[in-house]
């Protein structure tokens, strides 16, 4: 299997000679697209929209039919994996992901066990593979999963929470009934992550959306642990080409150093961070990718051109930079910011 | 006026020796507290308590008659300031601050005026002036404001935000306007803490809780430039004492070389940073404050005092250490983990 016609993200990923800086943006295929709420409509619900495949394919797409970003995410949900555990996921109205049954007994801890991605979770592969038939090798494919720490959050606090009080008590009282929840999740992610990559994710991302909420210390024993795990756990390569790995900690720009070196090939940043300073404290040890603060999309086209310039100017000459933004898109972002977006980076020339 | 009896907590922070590590806890007087639930009960409401210096005295020595606290920080809350400049500040059931005029108005934006501290803010120096009495000179009283920047989001949002859309648009589209009210609000918060340190305030912290949702370089530009502004325009001493200052930007470890750079005496410290490595980027330029996790005082007694140790020992030897929580107590907090955590600290011996 060759590389895609665009490779620009893999190359980027990999640091090799690229033609323009590429670009994509988390939650890119989201509801700040009236297509996405259409599709989102017909399926009725978030799950089944995440549980079709064609479905899933369908909005995956979209995105890419608009604008002309240089990778397309595999739309999923994080929480597909502790649902394939049994804890029953669902999204109550205007409250996002809950859990019908958290996990806090003991004995349920025990009892947890990583699912066979290829069974329990057949449905991510099936549009996988669907969605890389669509794509035709125009441009890569991004398979992604939470990391075990960011799972364990909500699957421990059975939904969002804005302190985790819950899974932090289990933290510091009980450790190692945490540390046992974090390594199954992180076998459950690496098996997962590795079907994706057979079914034909050309790239993956580990999203530590929480792991910016520990101590230092903590992150390093309760995240950073299992994401070096999992790192070394994955297929390296799939079809004779490289698949690049990216761990993307929002909160953590102060760890970089740490998450640089447990062996992924680039790094997410929030827009916290100074892009230019990350890759001073990284050097040639990983990519980075982002970091544009995604409220600037807010902002007029001439400003948002000005704003990713910044961005790029910050992280200076050569390959080595995925342009995205520091988090997911808003979805009150209007759809020709993100057009003005991804012209200003491509048009860019240093 | 001399110093306290139990001087401690000033000689830290002006990293003199002192006889033990010092500890005051940031909402140490809140909900938590039975006692404070029952005196809010009786005022009617939170605005009232903070607007009765007779009751925010009582409501501030409640935790000082439990624990062994190092110091008293008055009672009151960081919207005060813009809720003079006639915002009107009011507390929706549940739901946290709200003002009644949101600042979006390019003509508001231009009539805002700094409000006279003695006058408009009188029930706040009254308070201040109060505590001090019932103090009796026992341990030293902390005053404080909101900073520029954190004041301006609530001021523009009209109230909490998750994303901060609307004041972010603003930094990004009309910065001049931005400017604008955080020049405004900069002579405010510099009058309202001067006219506290008048009152008897013997130290200050200026609460920077939003600082960390900006971008680096906005962070510096529209936070931390105004912070400067005001440590410099501080009264540095008041009846022949030293009134040091502390800057705590909530998610701002990755800012603490530039943040000591403002001329403040010390620099608080959220619970995601190691405040040992911290020292080391800071050096002897300023005293630390800091960084339990909020969610460590849910667990055991014995395992806050493992968690206190960690803080202190990652401190090492010397003076310059205020033990703090890396964020406000939480509601949920039982009383007796707060007593733990005290002793634990008095009793730490390097």
Redesign the interface.
């Known amino acids: 299997m060759a590389r895609p016609q665009n490779d620009n993200f893999l190359r980027a990923l990999l640091r090799e000679p690229v033609d323009y800086t590429p670009v994509w943006l988390m939650r890119q295929a989201g509801r700040y697209l009236p297509e996405y709420c259409e599709t989102r409509r017909r399926a009725g619900s978030f799950l089944n929209l995440c549980k079709d495949p064609g479905l899933a394919c369908e909005v995956t797409l979209q995105p890419l039919a608009r604008f002309g970003l240089d990778a397309a995410i595999l739309f999923s949900d994080i929480l597909t994996v502790p649902d394939a555990m049994g804890l029953g996921l669902y999204f109550a109205d205007g409250e996002g992901p809950k859990f019908e049954r958290p996990l806090r007994e003991e004995w349920a801890i025990r009892d947890l066990e990583a699912p066979d991605p290829n069974v329990h979770l057949r449905y991510v592969m099936d549009a996988v593979a669907e969605i890389r038939r669509a794509l035709d090798n125009s441009v890569p494919l991004i398979g992604f999963s939470g990391s075990p720490f960011t799972l364990a959050c909500y699957m421990v606090e059975g939904g969002g929470s804005d302190?985790?009080?819950t899974v932090?008590?289990m933290l510091?009282?009980r450790p190692d009934l945490l540390h046992r929840i974090l390594e199954v999740t992180t076998v459950a992610v690496t098996d997962y992550l590795n079907a994706q990559i057979e079914s034909g994710a050309q790239a993956v991302q580990i999203f530590d959306t929480w792991g910016?909420?520990?101590?230092?210390?903590?992150?390093r024993e309760f995240s950073l642990q299992y994401m070096e795990r999992i790192v070394a756990g994955l297929k390296k390569s799939h079809d004779g080409e490289r698949v690049p790995s990216i761990v993307f900690t929002k909160?953590g720009?102060?760890w970089l150093e740490a998450i640089a070196a447990i062996g992924c090939d680039a790094i997410g940043l929030d827009?916290?961070?100074?892009i230019g300073?990350a890759r001073r404290r990284v050097g040639d040890k990983v990519a980075l990718q982002g970091n544009l603060?995604?409220?600037?999309l807010?902002?007029?086209g001439e400003?948002v051109q000005k704003?990713a310039r910044?961005v790029l100017d910050a992280y200076g000459a050569g390959s080595g930079h995925v342009f995205n933004l520091?988090h997911g898109i808003?979805q009150?972002t209007p759809p020709e910011r993100v057009s003005a977006l991804v012209d200003a980076v491509h048009q860019y020339r240093r």
């Open positions: 302190d985790f009080r932090k008590t510091f009282e910016g909420a520990l101590p230092a210390h903590a992150y909160g720009g102060q827009w916290t961070t100074d300073e603060d995604p409220m600037a807010f902002a007029s400003t704003e910044r520091g808003s009150f």
